[in-house]
C-alpha cells in the first residue's frame, strides 16, 4: 500500500474539491503540503507577507464566487494572516485559512512558533479546529471547505500540528475520503411567502431592488437580469454583487450607497424596496430606508430578515433559487416612467461631475483621473479599488461590467487598507484573459507594493494607477472640516514617493504622471507593456470626496 503523509492528504481534498490555487510563504510546518502542490496541480502563490495571502484567498473568492485558501507557518505566520480572516468574516466570503501549528509535544514549553492560535480566530470564523488525529485530516479539511461554502459564507480555520503534518506513515488505502464535501442544494423559499412576495411585485408601481454579496456567491447573475428584464424594476448593486447585472444594463443604476443622492432619492419615491442578499450597515444604512414602505427582503439567513429594519415580508432562502420560484408568477410589465425618472436624476450626478472630469487644474484633480480610466473600462476589465477618498471616487465613477470584475476595500465594513494589490493578483490568476486595473490610493499602495516582486516572479500582468496626492487623504480632508486652524495635522502628509521607480526597479513597468493631458497615453502604455506597470499620478490633496 502507499504510504504518504499529512501534506499529502490535505492536498487530495483540495483537489478533489476543484482548489485553484494557494496563497501563502514557506514555512517548516505547513512545507509538507507545500511540496506537494505541483503533483496535485495546483500552484503555490509564494507572497512577501502573509497578510496579503490572506486578501488574495479573499480576492480569490469575491471573483470568482467560489473558496480562496490561503496558508501561513506557526505563530508569526499566522498571526500575520489574522487581518484577512477578520475581513472575510466581515464580508462572510469563503476563505479556508490553514496554518502551521507547533508539535504536540512542544505545547506550553516555550518551544519556537508555539502559540495558543485557535482562539484568536474562534470568534471571527464560522469554523475553527485543530486536526487531532492524521489519519482524520481529510475529514477536517473537507468539513471546513463545505461550512465555508454553505448557508451564508464566511472563513473557517485549521492547524495542524507539525508532527501530523509531517507523518509519512499513513496508509492511503486505510484513509477515508468522501466522494465530494460540499452540496449543491439550495435553499428554496416558502411557497406561501413566494406567492405573497409576487403579489406585491405585480401590484407595485415604482419598485426597487438592492442587491448585495448573497445575491453574487448564490450565483445568481443569470436569474437577476431575467427576474429585473421581466419585471421592468431597475436594479442598483453592491459589495461583491457590484456587476451582478452591469452597469450599462439599461435596468441597472449602479451602485447602492446610502451616500450616493441617487440611492436615497429613489428609496424615499419607492412604493416597494427588494432587498435581496444583503445587509444594512456601513454605506447603506437604516435611514436609507423610509418608515412605512413595503420591504421584501430574501435572504438565506432567517435572523437577517429583521435586522435593523421593519420589513413586510421576509423569504429565508437562496437568492438565486428565490428568484427562479418567483418568475412565473411575477408580470411581464415595463415601469418606463419611474425608470426614466431614476435614469435622469444620474445624468445630472453626470453632468455634475462632468467639469471635473475634463478638468486641467495642477496637481491633478481626482476625477480627471477616474474619467481617463473610466474611458478604459469595458466588458473585459476588472477593476480593484482601494484607500479611503480614491475608492469612493472609483466607486461612484467607474462601471462594473460583470459579475466578479470590481472588487474594492468598500466590500464590507472592515475596510483594512491594501486589499488593492493582492485582490489584483488573485483577479488576474482566476481571469488570465480580462484586464486588471486597481485604482489605489498611494498610502494603501505601500501595503502591499513588495507584492509587485510576486507578480514578476509568476508573472502575473496587473496595472496599478496610484492617486497620489502624498498624504493620508481621506482623514486630512474630514479631520480638516472640524479641526481648529491653530492646530497641525498630525501623521498625515507622506513624501511624493516615486512608486513608479520602485517598480520599475523590481522589473515592471513604472511611469509617473503630473500633467493631465498625459494620464491616458500613460495608462495604455502600461496596459500595452505586457509587464506588472504602476501610473503614479500624482493629484491635488485638497479635493474631499462628496456630492
Same mark, same amino acid.
Given at each position: 500500500m502507499a504510504r504518504v503523509n499529512g501534506g499529502q492528504l490535505v492536498q487530495k481534498v483540495f483537489k478533489k474539491e476543484g482548489v485553484r490555487y494557494i496563497f501563502g510563504i514557506p514555512g517548516g510546518h505547513i512545507y509538507p503540503m507545500m511540496e506537494s502542490c505541483a503533483?496535485?496541480?495546483?500552484?503555490?502563490?509564494?507572497?512577501?507577507?502573509?497578510?496579503?495571502?490572506?486578501?488574495?484567498?479573499?480576492?480569490?473568492?469575491?471573483?470568482?464566487?467560489?473558496?480562496?485558501?490561503?496558508?501561513?507557518?506557526?505563530?508569526?505566520?499566522?498571526?500575520?494572516?489574522?487581518?484577512?480572516?477578520?475581513?472575510?468574516?466581515?464580508?462572510?466570503?469563503?476563505?479556508?485559512?490553514?496554518?502551521?501549528?507547533?508539535? =504536540? !509535544?512542544? $505545547?506550553? +514549553?516555550?518551544?519556537?512558533? %508555539?502559540?495558543?492560535? #485557535?482562539? *484568536?480566530?474562534?470568534?471571527?470564523?464560522? &469554523?475553527?479546529?485543530?486536526?487531532?488525529?492524521?489519519?482524520?485530516?481529510?475529514?477536517?479539511?473537507?468539513?471546513?471547505?463545505?461550512?465555508?461554502?454553505?448557508?451564508?459564507?464566511?472563513?473557517?480555520?485549521?492547524?495542524?500540528?507539525?508532527?501530523?503534518?509531517?507523518?509519512?506513515?499513513?496508509?492511503?488505502?486505510?484513509?477515508?475520503?468522501?466522494?465530494?464535501?460540499?452540496?449543491?442544494?439550495?435553499?428554496?423559499?416558502?411557497?406561501?411567502?413566494?406567492?405573497?412576495?409576487?403579489?406585491?411585485?405585480?401590484?407595485?408601481?415604482?419598485?426597487?431592488?438592492?442587491?448585495?454579496?448573497?445575491?453574487?456567491?448564490?450565483?445568481?447573475?443569470?436569474?437577476?437580469?431575467?427576474?429585473?428584464?421581466?419585471?421592468?424594476?431597475?436594479?442598483? =448593486? !453592491?459589495? $461583491?454583487? +457590484?456587476?451582478?447585472?452591469? %452597469?450599462?444594463?439599461? #435596468?441597472? *443604476?449602479?451602485?447602492?450607497?446610502?451616500? &450616493?443622492?441617487?440611492?436615497?432619492?429613489?428609496?424615499?419615491?419607492?412604493?416597494?424596496?427588494?432587498?435581496?442578499?444583503?445587509?444594512?450597515?456601513?454605506?447603506?444604512?437604516?435611514?436609507?430606508?423610509?418608515?412605512?414602505?413595503?420591504?421584501?427582503?430574501?435572504?438565506?439567513?432567517?435572523?437577517?430578515?429583521?435586522?435593523?429594519?421593519?420589513?413586510?415580508?421576509?423569504?429565508?432562502?437562496?437568492?438565486?433559487?428565490?428568484?427562479?420560484?418567483?418568475?412565473?408568477?411575477?408580470?411581464?410589465?415595463?415601469?418606463t416612467n419611474w425608470v426614466d425618472s431614476i435614469r435622469e436624476s444620474l445624468d445630472g450626478i453626470k453632468m455634475f461631475m462632468g467639469e471635473a472630469m475634463a478638468s486641467d487644474q495642477t496637481p491633478i484633480h481626482p476625477l480627471r483621473l477616474c474619467g481617463e480610466l473610466a474611458k478604459r473600462v469595458d466588458k473585459d476589465t476588472i477593476i480593484v479599488l482601494d484607500g479611503g477618498d480614491t475608492a469612493s471616487w472609483g466607486a461612484t465613477t467607474l462601471p462594473a461590467m460583470g459579475p466578479g470584475q470590481q472588487l474594492s476595500i468598500a466590500n464590507g465594513s472592515f475596510g483594512p487598507l491594501g486589499v488593492g494589490v493582492p485582490y489584483a493578483i488573485a483577479a488576474k490568476l482566476a481571469h488570465p484573459e480580462k484586464k486588471v486595473i486597481l485604482l489605489t490610493g498611494d498610502g494603501a499602495f505601500g501595503y502591499g507594493a513588495m507584492e509587485y516582486d510576486t507578480c514578476m516572479r509568476y508573472g502575473i500582468k496587473i496595472t496599478t494607477v496610484i492617486l497620489n496626492d502624498s498624504c493620508w487623504g481621506m482623514i486630512k480632508n474630514s479631520e480638516a472640516r472640524k479641526a481648529s486652524s491653530d492646530k497641525e495635522f498630525v501623521g498625515l502628509y507622506l513624501r511624493e514617493t516615486h512608486y513608479e521607480q520602485v517598480v520599475s526597479a523590481l522589473g515592471g513597468y513604472g511611469e509617473l504622471v503630473t500633467d493631465p493631458a498625459g494620464i491616458g497615453a500613460a495608462i495604455d502604455r502600461a496596459l500595452a507593456s505586457e509587464l506588472p506597470a504602476v501610473v503614479n499620478v500624482m493629484t491635488d490633496v485638497n479635493i474631499p470626496f462628496g456630492f
Open positions: 503533483e496535485n496541480g495546483i500552484p503555490f502563490i509564494g507572497v512577501r507577507h502573509e497578510m496579503n495571502a490572506s486578501f488574495m484567498a479573499e480576492g480569490w473568492a469575491l471573483t470568482t464566487g467560489d473558496i480562496g485558501v490561503c496558508t501561513g507557518t506557526a505563530g508569526p505566520g499566522f498571526t500575520n494572516l489574522v487581518t484577512g480572516i477578520a475581513n472575510a468574516s466581515c464580508n462572510m466570503v469563503p476563505v479556508l485559512c490553514m496554518a502551521g501549528k507547533a508539535r =504536540t !509535544r512542544e $505545547a506550553d +514549553r516555550n518551544e519556537l512558533q %508555539d502559540f495558543n492560535q #485557535l482562539p *484568536m480566530v474562534a470568534d471571527m470564523t464560522k &469554523h475553527a479546529r485543530s486536526v487531532p488525529d492524521g489519519n482524520r485530516i481529510p475529514e477536517y479539511i473537507g468539513r471546513a471547505i463545505s461550512i465555508a461554502k454553505s448557508d451564508r459564507p464566511g472563513p473557517v480555520y485549521i492547524d495542524i500540528p507539525r508532527e501530523k503534518m509531517e507523518a509519512d506513515n499513513y496508509e492511503e488505502d486505510d484513509i477515508v475520503f468522501q466522494n465530494t464535501y460540499v452540496t449543491t442544494s439550495k435553499a428554496a423559499g416558502c411557497e406561501s411567502d413566494i406567492k405573497k412576495a409576487a403579489e406585491l411585485i405585480n401590484k407595485a408601481e415604482r419598485p426597487m431592488i438592492i442587491a448585495g454579496s448573497g445575491a453574487f456567491f448564490s450565483h445568481s447573475a443569470q436569474e437577476l437580469t431575467a427576474f429585473v428584464e421581466k419585471t421592468g424594476i431597475p436594479v442598483f =448593486t !453592491r459589495n $461583491a454583487a +457590484r456587476g451582478l447585472v452591469p %452597469d450599462n444594463h439599461p #435596468l441597472c *443604476m449602479g451602485i447602492a450607497a446610502g451616500q &450616493h443622492p441617487i440611492t436615497r432619492s429613489t428609496a424615499e419615491e419607492a412604493d416597494l424596496i427588494i432587498i435581496l442578499g444583503t445587509r444594512t450597515g456601513y454605506t447603506l444604512t437604516q435611514d436609507v430606508f423610509p418608515k412605512g414602505t413595503p420591504i421584501i427582503r430574501v435572504d438565506i439567513g432567517a435572523a437577517a430578515l429583521t435586522d435593523q429594519l421593519d420589513i413586510t415580508l421576509g423569504v429565508v432562502g437562496d437568492v438565486a433559487t428565490v428568484l427562479r420560484q418567483l418568475m412565473p408568477l411575477v408580470k411581464e410589465t415595463t415601469h
